[in-house]
Each structure stands twice: as C-alpha cells, then as structure tokens.
C-alpha cells in the first residue's frame, strides 16, 4: 500500500501498521485535487454548482416524497398542481426560484402551494453544498450526495406517513455495500476511514476492498441489529411495536456506508432527539399519553446526515477529552 508522509514522499508500508490509532472517517487525502485543478474554474463555481445540483435534485425529491408513498410513478406523469390538476409548466418549475416568484400559488388556479416543496428543495441545496464543503471534490462525493438524497425522502416520507419505503431503504443498502467494494480499488486507499478498526484490523493480509466489505457489514449489523435487538426486547416485555422494521432496514443502508462508530453516533442523536420530541410532545398533550408515536426516522436521518458530515470530530474530540 502506497502512503504519504508529512513531506509529501511516498513509501510502501504494510497495511496493519498505515496507523497506529483510528483514522478520522471520512476525513481523508482522496485523490489530491481540487475542482479548479480539473476544470479551470474558480473552486466557487463548484459550489455553485454543487448548490444548484442540490435544488434540482430536491425537486425531483418532491415527487418522490409525494409519490412513492402512494406507489405511484415517479416519471409518469408531469407535475401537476394537486387542486386543479394543470400540469406544471417548464418555466413554472424553477426550483425554490418559481415558488418565490409565483408567491407560493399555482399560477392558474391561484390556489397554495405548500411551502413544503420549496423548504426540500432549499434543504437539498444547503446539504449538497455542505457536504460538498466537507468531502470535498473526490471519488467519495458522489456517493455522500446520493446517500444525503436518500436520506432526506426517508425522511420526510416518514414525517408524513410513518413509514420508511423499501424502495428507498434496499437500494440504500446496496448504493453503500458497492461503494465499500468500489472505492477502495478506484483509490487504491482506506476511503472509509474505519479499516483499522475491529473487525478489520483483523484482517490486514485481506484485499483492501474485502477488508472495506467487511467494515461496512459489521455497520450495517450494528445499525440493523441493535435497533431489531431494541424493538424485539421492547415487545416481548411490554407487548408493544416499539421499533418499526424500515427503522431497522434504514440503518442497514446507513450502517454499511459509515461504519459502526459513527453509525452507534447517529444512533446516539436519533435518541435523544426523538426523547426530547417525545418529552415535548406528551407534555403537550392534555391526557400525558405516554405511547405516543413519532416518526423516528426523522431523527434516524438527521444524525445519520451530522455523524457523516462531523462525526469524525466529534469522535476524535471525545477520544482525546474523555479517553485515556
């Protein structure tokens, strides 16, 4: 394996001794370029792009958070407006720009639009370019911009119905298990930042991309296991469904991409994000009914979109504040 040191040399060092403490995940030497290295175009042209692809990508999220839900297609047919059934024109779907311009209606009928289309695109937007900031101009990123997409259907599909689609959930899974396969031998490097870690530290004679499956399986078990492990305890004592089996297939997904530390850390924030909505909620309400429901896939996505973005600092700051 090929490594640099801090002069910039390169030096053949076996795998089992690259690093003597974990790696920062996803803090990473990817391949060392910039967008303007590869383009020619100021670095802030990519942000732009990033910010635009983002909205885009956000409106096509609409439909899907409109449709999948409904098992409808997501190609057929063209947006309409959902009280007059006019179908939307090409100019009228701008994203966040036609909203603003329109006022938030529909430009025949005049009736709302909910601001709940603009809100995905914006939010799509502002993560596309956050994470673009984080992960910078790499192999890696399109994995992440995808990964975030998914991630931000899930949850708003959730918010609204209560439910976490397989349709979204397997293909997660799959995007997550190729790109620990792929990456490693595009980069010829521990993209993930996690292989020298149990279980692949022990594995340190493997191929580079089987010791990356590997470290994205024990995510995925950690993610999908603990939170079945959690829901099956739950209902066998209480009788109650505490935890939802697409709950459970989510953080497969999540679990293969980012590894089990950060993904027990999106874990960590779901919980106690969702215990103080919880609290909220039943404080809220005039019969304290404690089996109150919220969509816990919200929390879920949320942590899982912050441990992959600023996990890596909040792991290594722990270590170092609170670990000998």
């Known amino acids: 394996m090929i490594v640099k040191d801090v002069a910039g040399s390169a030096s053949f060092i076996p795998f089992s001794t690259v690093r003597k403490t974990p790696p920062l ?5 990817f391949l060392l370029f910039s967008f303007e290295s590869v383009t020619g ?28 839900p409904r098992e409808e297609s997501v190609v057929f047919p063209n947006s309409a407006c959902p009280n007059c059934d006019t179908s939307i024109k090409p100019y009228d779907n701008v994203p966040i720009i036609s909203w603003l311009l329109l006022g938030g209606k529909c430009r025949n009928c005049r009736a709302p639009i909910s601001f709940r289309y603009v809100a995905v695109e914006l939010l799509a937007a502002l993560l596309f370019l956050l994470t673009y900031w984080k992960i910078g101009f790499n192999e890696f990123l399109p994995v992440c911009l995808v990964f975030v997409a998914a991630v931000i259907a ?3 599909i959730d918010a609204e119905h209560m ?12 995007l997550a298990i190729a790109a620990r396969v792929v990456l490693p031998v595009i980069s010829g490097k521990d993209v993930f930042g996690d292989l020298s870690t149990w279980p ?9 991309w089987l010791v990356s499956l590997a470290a994205g399986l024990s995510g995925a078990i950690a993610g999908g296991g603990f939170l ?17 089996l697409g709950d459970v297939k989510m953080m497969l997904g999540v679990g293969a991409l980012l590894g089990w530390q950060l993904t027990m850390l999106s874990i960590f924030f779901a919980a106690f994000g969702g215990a103080l909505a919880g609290s909220i ?36 700051w722990y270590a170092k504040t609170f670990l000998p």
């Open 25 to 29: 995940p996803f803090v990473m030497d």
């Open 41 to 68: 175009a100021p670095d802030i042209v990519g942000y732009v792009l990033v910010f635009v692809l983002g909205a885009m990508i956000g409106s096509f999220l609409n439909v899907v958070i409109h449709r999948v």
């Open 154 to 156: 899930l949850m708003f």
């Open 163 to 174: 439910i976490l689609p397989n349709v979204i959930t397997y293909p997660l899974f799959v």
């Open 200 to 208: 692949s530290s022990e594995m340190a004679q493997s191929p580079l």
């Open 228 to 244: 079945w492990i959690i829901g099956e305890t739950w209902k066998r004592l209480r009788g109650i469904e505490a935890m939802g």
């Open 281 to 316: 909620l039943i404080a809220a309400q005039k019969d304290r009914d404690l089996q109150t429901h919220i969509p816990f896939g919200i929390f879920l996505g949320s942590g899982s979109i912050v441990s992959l973005l600023f996990g890596a600092e909040l792991v290594s």
